[in-house]
């Protein structure tokens, strides 16, 4: 049987802030696009947004730019073997070379979900870095 640990948003918040400080104190890392799992990783990714957005505008850049992805990678007793993307609020297909993007999601247990959306942008001829 397995055991669920539910999180609080207090928690979710609070670590996503520090996460996003992090990336930007240390690797100087502001995305274009922060791309959010509709399954569970849109208030985390909405807390990137906030975060990025005030950067941006103390930095006089242009706005970071919040889309949702709907994929899974589970199903029945988890024997679901493809990855399902159901639709793209901001499709792949807009992505320009260059652009610095932020994939969110908030579980992360076989990676197969993220690596699949990961496969499809890199399709676009986005690097991974």
């Not at 999180?7 to 802030?17: G, P």
């Not at 990714?45 to 970071?64: H, L």
């Amino acid at each position: 049987m397995v055991i669920k640990e539910f999180i609080s948003c207090d928690m979710i918040r609070d670590s996503a802030l520090k996460l996003a400080h992090k990336m930007y104190k240390q690797d100087r890392f502001v995305p274009d696009i922060i791309y959010a799992s509709l399954r569970g990783g849109a208030y985390m990714a909405n807390v990137f947004s906030e975060y990025y957005k005030m950067v941006r505008i103390r930095e006089q850049g242009r706005p970071v730019f919040y889309a949702a992805v709907v994929a899974r990678s589970y199903g029945f007793l988890r024997s679901q073997t493809n990855v399902m993307v159901d639709g793209w609020t901001y499709s792949p297909e807009h992505l320009r070379t260059g652009d610095k993007i932020l994939l969110v999601d908030d579980i992360f247990d076989t990676g197969k979900t993220v690596n699949a959306l990961e496969q499809i942008i890199m399709q676009k001829g986005i690097p991974r870095e």
